[in-house]
């Protein structure tokens, strides 16, 4: 029997993580291209993602701007989120049709409800799990109130705090992802912690916010480079970007033994006499006596 995920970790929250996780017929359907992209659970825990991790902040507005109020729900981070989640991991694998995907979004919501359970069985939360707070998430695309309260998980309840506490949890957890009979995804699960706070929070701050249409190809895609498209330029006041920003602009070089040689470009401190040069130099070898060194672990067999 195929099965689409297992957390290693015995709790009374095994048999909830399990149900979700083995949702083979739609799970495996939908890796097909056949039936919703988004199921209603998935798209509120990727909500609640986004609201604990670049939340609103209308506190500054006094102190630094209107600009500075919105977060990642006002401009569908979550949505940039799952596609890229779903759409990006290519493994080649030809039972999950002509890309190979494996649409990870899904398994990830159930991991984070896993988590928020063993926060909320250790009592480790600081506040109180709610329906409605998970509810108040909705934007006016997203699911009904009626069609999103059966959906909502133990992860979308939690406080942002305490959805941040769970996502710490992860790292004690191991995850087997398993789409088919032939293939076996094992993983740490710390990683997703990483992928749903490190990767939003670099997303959120980067130019994908501009473009018409992100899923195409990147020769394809049209970028007004206008600040005032971004909503996370106007917040940090980034001008935009420009050509020749990662331009290899010389060679470091010193004056007792340079990298590089030839014209100087520029100087970065006169006292110890660092500066960058224009061509590349070479390396020397050092002064070191390392004849009687030992491997400290057995290099052969």
């Known amino acids: ?6 957390i290693r970790r015995p709790a009374r929250w095994l048999a909830f993580a399990w149900r979700g996780l083995t949702s083979v017929a739609g799970w495996v359907l939908e890796a097909l291209g056949i039936g919703p992209d988004v199921d209603p659970h998935t798209r509120v825990t990727f909500r609640a993602i986004a609201d604990a991790v670049i939340p609103e902040t209308p506190e500054l507005a006094d102190e630094l701007g209107p600009e500075h109020v919105p977060g990642g729900l006002a401009i569908d981070l ?3 989120a799952i596609t890229y989640v779903d759409d990006g991991f290519q493994f080649g694998l030809p039972d999950l049709g002509p890309q190979g995907n494996i649409e990870l979004a899904d398994p990830i919501a159930h991991t984070l409800d896993a988590a928020a359970l063993t926060l909320l069985d250790r009592g ?5 799990p709610s329906t409605d707070r998970a509810l108040s998430l909705l934007g006016p695309d997203d699911p ?4 999103a309260e059966s959906a909502v998980g133990p992860f979308a309840e939690l406080s942002r705090e305490d959805r941040l506490r769970a996502i710490a949890i992860l790292d004690e957890f191991e995850v087997e992802v398993t789409p088919t009979d032939h293939d076996l995804f094992e993983m740490d699960a710390g990683l997703v912690g990483q992928l749903v706070i490190g990767f939003v929070e670099m997303i959120y ?3 994908w916010e501009g473009y018409d249409e992100f899923t195409q190809p990147p020769s394809e895609r049209v970028h007004p480079n206008d600040p005032e498209a971004v909503q996370s330029w106007r917040q940090t006041g980034f001008p935009g970007f420009a050509n020749g920003y990662a331009a290899l602009r010389g060679y ?6 340079p990298l590089g040689g030839g014209e100087e470009w520029t100087t970065v401190d006169e006292e110890s006499g660092v500066r960058i040069v224009r ?3 070479s390396f020397r070898e050092n002064d070191y006596d390392t004849s009687d060194y030992e491997e400290p672990f057995p290099v052969e067999g």
């Open 124 to 128: 480790d939360n600081e506040a109180e």
């Open 78 to 80: 979550d949505e940039f």
């Open 279 to 281: 061509e590349s130099g």
């Open 205 to 207: 701050y980067s130019e």
């Open 1 to 6: 029997m195929v099965s689409a995920g297992v």
């Open 252 to 257: 470091v070089g010193a004056d007792d033994g």
């Open 144 to 147: 009904s109130p009626d069609e």
